[in-house]
T-cell receptor, first 113, second 113 residues
Framework: KAGVTQTPRYLIKTRGQQVTLSCSPI?????VSWYQQTPGQGLQFLFE???????NKGNFPGRFSGRQFSNSRSEMNVSTLELGDSALYLC????????????FGQGTRLTVV | AQSVTQPDIHITVSEGASLELRCNYS??????LFWYVQSPGQGLQLLLK??????LVQGIKGFEAEFKRSQSSFNLRKPSVHWSDAAEYFC???????????FGTGTSLTVIP
């Protein structure tokens, strides 16, 4: 069974640009959550999507958005990139919503220059 | 509000020695608790989880953790550490809604031969 796939693995963008990251969950999983990991702030929850609906949102500005498609694949978008957005973005896949176990992808390393 | 504290930022142990990583949580109800491990540049791998029932849970790679409600702790243990266990370890608690996890700041484990 394939795991969680995140693309791309690495990305370099310039301040002010926008970026889209993709996550394909484990087959049959309907919940996808996104986390930002930085050395200073650690792992912070961005949002969760379940059955194409945003279930929960963390404390991030509106520049961070996401969506989920009918096949459960999810994308997150960051507009007007800032240097502080440089981070490892992790996607987590779960069978259902409601604090069930989550399986993480390898992440997308975003560097903003 | 939910939170997790991992008091030890960095731990060094000798190969073959026992290991205990500390985790304290703050949560109003019965928590869902998790331990994840992260190797450099990689995503998070689930080691074990506690939802309910037996307070001593067994995980992969020979790890176990004990839930102690009276101490609000969920410490991770391994009787004999292998060099391949060197990594970052994260304790997490599930939130009230959805699949939002609250992570500790992590403990970095170094294993010396």
């Amino acid at each position: 069974k394939a795991g969680v796939t995140q693309t791309p693995r690495y990305l370099i963008k310039t301040r002010g640009q926008q970026v889209t990251l993709s996550c394909s969950p484990i087959s049959g999983h309907r919940s996808v959550s996104w986390y930002q990991q930085t050395p200073g702030q650690g792992l912070q929850f961005l949002f969760e999507y379940f059955s194409e609906t945003q279930r929960n949102k963390g404390n991030f500005p509106g520049r961070f958005s996401g969506r989920q498609f009918s096949n459960s694949r999810s994308e997150m978008n960051v507009s007007t990139l800032e240097l502080g957005d440089s981070a490892l973005y992790l996607c987590a896949s779960s069978l259902q919503t409601g604090s069930t176990e989550a399986f993480f992808g390898q992440g997308t390393r975003l560097t903003v220059v | 509000a939910q939170s997790v504290t991992q008091p030890d930022i960095h731990i060094t142990v000798s190969e073959g020695a026992s290991l205990e990583l500390r985790c304290n949580y703050s949560y109003g109800a019965t928590p869902y608790l998790f331990w994840y491990v992260q190797s450099p540049g990689q995503g998070l791998q689930l080691l074990l989880k506690y939802f309910s029932g037996d307070t001593l849970v067994q995980g992969i790679k020979g790890f176990e953790a004990e839930f102690k409600r009276s101490q609000s702790s969920f410490n991770l243990r391994k009787p004999s550490v292998h060099w391949s266990d060197a990594a970052e370890y994260f304790c997490a608690v599930g939130g009230d809604t959805g699949n939002q996890f609250y992570f500790g700041t992590g403990t970095s484990l170094t294993v010396i031969p």
